[in-house]
């Protein structure tokens, strides 16, 4: 089992890294050049600038039983596609039954921004939300090991 994570806007990377430590899992940073991020005890791949190229270089990476974290329903839904285990920033786990719905969120959201409408940006992100992704995360690696 890997862990990969879609660096790229992603502000659990070093929780991740903290919490795959414990477990001794293996962690892939993917990231695009105007993201680099090293982090010591992890593999960092870096891709060119471009839609999506980020995405498809770890669909092409991720293996069943792999761990993803992005917030990216489209390559959620790819890792799902794949047997990954797929988590998001905030801790929700993708799956079967929740992408369908979430990508027509997305749809929906994405035909209001070219109406011209657009949506509220995110708020502050809270220590709520990286205890959720953290025990989300060793969860999902406890069952795992």
């Known amino acids: 089992m890997t862990i990969l994570i879609d660096?790229?806007?992603c502000?659990?990377?070093?929780?991740?890294?903290?919490i795959a430590k414990q477990?001794?899992?293996p962690v892939i940073i993917l990231c695009d050049t105007s993201?680099?991020?090293e982090r010591e005890g992890a593999q960092t791949m870096v891709f060119d600038k471009g839609i999506d190229?980020?995405?498809f270089a770890l669909v092409n990476r991720v293996?069943?039983?792999?761990?993803?974290?992005?917030?990216?329903y489209g390559l959620a839904s790819m890792c799902l596609a794949k047997c990954a285990r797929v988590l998001n920033q905030n801790?929700?786990?993708y799956t079967a039954d929740n992408i369908d719905a979430l990508m027509l969120r997305r749809y929906e959201n994405k035909k209001l921004l070219r109406a011209g409408k657009h949506p509220k940006g995110s708020p502050k992100r809270t220590k709520e939300q990286d205890v959720r992704f953290a025990d989300t995360l060793e969860k999902i690696l406890n069952c795992n090991h």
Not at 11 to 17: A, E, F, G, I, K
């Open 11 to 18: 502000p659990v990377v070093d929780l991740t890294l903290q």
């Open 35 to 37: 993201h680099q991020i």
């Open 7 to 9: 660096a790229d806007g």
């Open 63 to 72: 293996k069943p039983g792999d761990v993803v974290v992005t917030q990216d």
């Open 53 to 55: 190229s980020v995405d």
């Open 91 to 93: 801790g929700l786990e």
């Open 23 to 25: 477990f001794g899992v």
